[in-house]
């Protein structure tokens, strides 16, 4: 079974073990503008990036560009370099769900170092079609992508709800929910200004503005 972490030095919290494990089988089925097989390849090409190797996978030259950049280099990521990736055949949906992959892939990655356990191998895709929903409440505003109701980082990923509702259900267990964020009394091992000078030191350290 994945993530068993054996290795890890720190304690493992059940709920955070059964979300990783959640994570990895949304990340095998296919999403909603990329198969499993695709979604699992955007993955392979984020780690990639990250050492300057190269994945191998057999993913459209768009999809491979987009999956490195968000990976490896997103504060060169600009509003023109978006509309290129359009114009060479990405839709805008397409997008927003390599960006949620890459993120999230990420975040797990991150967490599973940080408590001292290799990353986990990646899951083995499944069969099937995207769903193709769109959500058609979202529109044009500052973003580089649509977003719906408003501009933000809450609502960077709401192109695409089902990204949307995974960056959410992962965020909840390594972070804090939505109405936890806003009890500002609200504390779990560390307390609310631990957990905001720790998080305010990794995002001036990986770029991380918004």
């Known amino acids: 079974m994945a993530f068993e972490l054996e290795a890890a030095v720190l304690p493992v919290p059940d709920g955070v073990r059964a979300e990783l494990r959640r994570e990895w ?52 990521i600009t509003r023109e370099w978006v509309a290129d990736l359009l114009t060479r055949g990405m839709t805008i949906e397409q997008y927003v769900e390599v960006v949620g992959i890459v993120s999230r892939v990420a975040a797990v990655d991150a967490y599973v170092r940080g ?26 505003r500052a973003a580089f992508v649509p977003t719906d109701p408003e501009d933000g980082a809450r609502y960077a ?4 709800p089902a990204e949307e509702s995974a960056r959410d259900q992962l965020h909840a267990q ?8 806003a009890d500002l009394t609200h504390q779990n091992e560390l307390s609310r200004a631990q957990m905001e000078l720790l998080a305010a030191r ?3 350290l990986n770029d991380c503005f918004y």
């Open 25 to 76: 089988g949304r990340l095998a089925a296919p999403g909603t503008w990329l198969s499993g097989e695709e979604r699992v390849a955007v993955a392979r090409e984020a780690r990639a990036a990250r050492t300057f190797a190269d994945a191998h996978t057999e993913l459209e030259p768009v999809l491979v560009e987009a999956a490195q950049s968000v990976s490896a280099a997103a504060n060169l």
């Open 157 to 160: 990923l709401s192109a695409v």
């Open 202 to 204: 990794v995002s001036f």
């Open 174 to 181: 390594l972070y804090l929910s939505t109405p936890q964020m």
């Open 115 to 140: 408590v001292g356990s290799a990353e986990e191998a990646l899951p083995d895709s499944e069969p099937g079609e995207p769903t193709r929903r769109r959500n058609i409440d979202v529109r044009p």
